[in-house]
Every structure is written in structure tokens, then in C-alpha cells.
């Protein structure tokens, strides 16, 4: 993982303060953004409500989906980071990515840098560029495994040779690096055991792989999340009404936030 630098360790306290969120709470958000290419997040933090998705223009949603002050100060967190990272090297992937300057939103005057740069001669890390946070990492004699829960990627190096897999709607809880018969990995998800040789390979022998999957899916996941809300601000309007009780919405909506 990389390091903050002193003067981006002192930038992150001093948004922390600003949103009243912790430096660590902060710092996870920061992973987000930039795991988003600067342009969304999504997240799971206590801090933010749960999980939630924020998109730049102005959609944010929270498991915490009433709390308006939180949405407010998550919203104007990500847009601030967001901001942060437009000026600094590698971070963003291509070249369209432009910071945006809200209504009344603080703009970050910070141009040094946040990281501290890897050795010499190193990018810091085995697996594709532009991936820069990954949510848990092993290794185990000949493979090593990179897991970006955050943009749904898993990166596996074999003999040195590293493939970059989408990971669709599968929430990877373990991943135990040994070889099943035929000599494929797997992982286990909320699925159960998975060959991780049934995921869409995204990038290979050094260069991406174009498939229509990797377009589909994530417009797919995003639309299943908004209805997964929508359909908790209909429990909310029945308990208001009373036709369901306290008790019945809050199993019902726990069962449907299960579903992130």
C-alpha cells in the first residue's frame, strides 16, 4: 500500500477535521476515489453510513439513506478528493479526468505530493498501472493475488505472469492461493467456491483485454444498488403509514442492505 507523505498526511488531518470525519476514515475514502479514476467511490466505512456510492455530479447514496447532514458532508468529502488527486502523477488513468469546482466546495490548494514515490526504477507494484489500493494481497510459493474489491478486479501473477480479472458481483470473503485440479485458482465468495478461470479477463500479456462484459456489468451492479435504495425508501414510506411495523423494516431493509 502506499505511504502518505508527512505533507499528505497533514492535508488528509486537515480534511478529516473539516468534515469532522477521522484521518483513517479519510484515508479510506482517498483509496475509493482514486480506485474510481477521480470520478467516483464506492465505499464501506462505519464513519459513512455503511455502504455507500458516490458518483462527481452530485449522487451519493448511503446505507445511512435519511441521515441528509451525512450525505452532505460525504459528498462534499469525496468532491474535495477528488479535486486533490486531479493534479497528482499516476493516479488517474487517461487524460479526461477534470477537477470541478462546485457551488461553494473547498478547493485544495495542495500541489505537492501526497505519496511517497517507490524506489528507483520501481513502479511499487506487480500489477497492472492505475491500480493503486488493493483491499488484500498474498502470495504463496509461485502466485500472488491482488484484490481490488472497491472496482471489482482481481490481479493474479502465476510464474510471473500477471492477469487482471473482473470480479462482477462476487464478494470475494477469502481467497486461499491453492490450485484446483487442472491447475486454476479459486477464491470463495458469496457463491461459494469459484474458479476464478470463469471471470472475464480484463487485462493480459501486458496489454487490456476489450470484452463486452467488462462494459456491461458495472453499469448492471450500479442500476441493481439504486433499485436495492429505492426499494428501501418504499419500506420507509409503508412504516410511516403503518403498515409495516418498527420491527418489519428494520429486518426488511437489513435483508436488502445485505444485498451491497
Not at 477521522?22 to 483509496?31: K, N, R, W, Y
Not at 481490488?148 to 477469502?174: C, M, P, S, W
Not at 458469496?190 to 493480459?204: M, N
Not at 425508501?233 to 431493509?253: M, Q, R, V
Request: charged share 15%.
Amino acid at each position: 500500500m502506499k505511504q502518505l507523505t508527512p505533507e499528505g498526511q497533514q492535508i488528509i488531518n486537515n480534511i478529516a477535521q473539516r468534515y469532522n470525519f477521522s484521518p483513517e476514515a479519510v484515508f479510506t475514502m482517498l483509496q475509493s476515489v482514486i480506485n474510481g479514476n477521480g470520478s467516483m467511490a464506492q465505499f464501506s466505512h462505519a464513519e459513512f453510513g455503511g455502504s455507500g456510492q458516490w458518483m462527481k455530479g452530485g449522487m451519493i447514496m448511503l446505507g445511512d439513506m435519511f441521515n441528509n447532514g451525512l450525505k452532505n458532508s460525504v459528498s462534499g468529502l469525496c468532491q474535495e478528493l477528488s479535486n486533490l488527486i486531479a493534479n497528482q502523477p499516476g493516479l488517474i488513468q487517461s487524460g479526461n479526468f477534470q477537477s470541478q469546482n462546485q457551488g461553494t466546495q473547498q478547493q485544495s490548494n495542495f500541489s505537492g505530493a501526497l505519496f511517497v514515490p517507490p524506489p528507483a526504477g520501481s513502479s511499487g507494484n506487480w500489477w497492472p498501472q492505475g491500480l493503486q489500493f488493493p483491499t488484500s494481497t498474498g502470495a504463496q510459493n509461485n502466485i500472488r493475488y491482488a484484490y481490488f474489491a472497491t472496482i471489482r478486479r482481481l490481479a493474479i501473477e502465476i510464474n510471473g505472469k500477471v492477469t487482471l480479472y473482473d470480479t462482477l458481483d462476487h464478494q470475494i470473503g477469502g481467497f486461499s492461493q491453492q490450485q484446483s485440479i487442472g491447475g486454476s485458482v479459486t477464491f470463495t465468495s458469496q457463491y461459494g467456491l469459484v474458479d476464478v478461470g470463469t471471470l472475464p479477463i480484463v487485462f493480459a500479456d501486458n496489454a487490456p483485454v476489450q470484452s463486452a462484459v467488462e462494459h456491461q456489468v458495472p453499469t448492471q451492479v450500479t442500476e441493481q444498488k439504486a433499485d436495492i435504495f429505492i426499494a428501501i425508501e418504499k419500506l420507509a414510506n409503508l412504516k410511516d403509514k403503518g403498515i409495516l411495523s418498527e420491527t418489519e423494516y428494520i429486518a426488511k431493509k437489513a435483508e436488502l442492505l445485505a444485498r451491497l
